[in-house]
């Protein structure tokens, strides 16, 4: 009986998963959600793509936590086309808060939506969100192990980024552990080292959006 409760709502989430999926390809509009643990750098990235794209592409943002504006407040100072969704204490965003978000939204030629997934390694990763990819931003000062310690979110990450690449010189952070890891877990996705703070790595970051972008007709 318990786990059919857990496969009903999986299967519940997965239809509306779905039924966004096909809102975001009508509209042509890529989405990216965007997983962490709390403090990788969720927020400065988002920040740190829309001063790059601006003019270029349309975006708007999701911002996901337990509670709090304070994420969306700051994002806003950049974009006001941002939402955001308080989860009351649960520890992921579902299918059903986006689809409820996006109809807050203006998405009327909006190229890009980013989520900011609530910052939690574990169970974000198991909500279909409708997203196009997930992409999984790990920092130099969480430490090298956590593809070891969390995996699965390594392993369906469609992109992993290595954030705070600026403070690896006064961490004890083994970068060929970390490499060897993800080569294990996940070979086929890419990994982007960058800073939101000092701008390393940040164009080439931004030039797998925008190929994503230009692609998404072909998905
Ligand atoms: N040194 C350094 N600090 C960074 C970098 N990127 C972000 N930070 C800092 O790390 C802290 C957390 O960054 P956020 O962008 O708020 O992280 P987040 O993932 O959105 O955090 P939550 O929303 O709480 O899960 C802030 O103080 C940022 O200024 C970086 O590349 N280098
Ligand atoms: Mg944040
Ligand atoms: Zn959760």
Redesign the pocket.
Known sequence: MKIEVVENVLKYNKDQADKNRNLFKNNNILVLNLL??????????IIETIKRLKGMKDIGVIEG?ISSTY?AEKIKKFTDNVVQINTGGTCHLNATMVEQAVSKMRTYHLDLILI?NV?NLICPVGFDLGEDYKIV?S?VNEGDDKPVKYPPVFIKSNLILL?????IKISDFNQSFFDKKIGELNPRSEVIK?????GIGLEKWVKWVLDRCKNKNDL
Do not use: H, Q, W, Y
Not at 163 to 167: F, G, H, W
């Open positions: 962490s643990s709390p403090g990788a750098g969720k927020t400065s990235l936590d994420d900011e910052g931003i920092s954030n705070k690449m600026d403070l960058l800073s939101c703070k000092t």
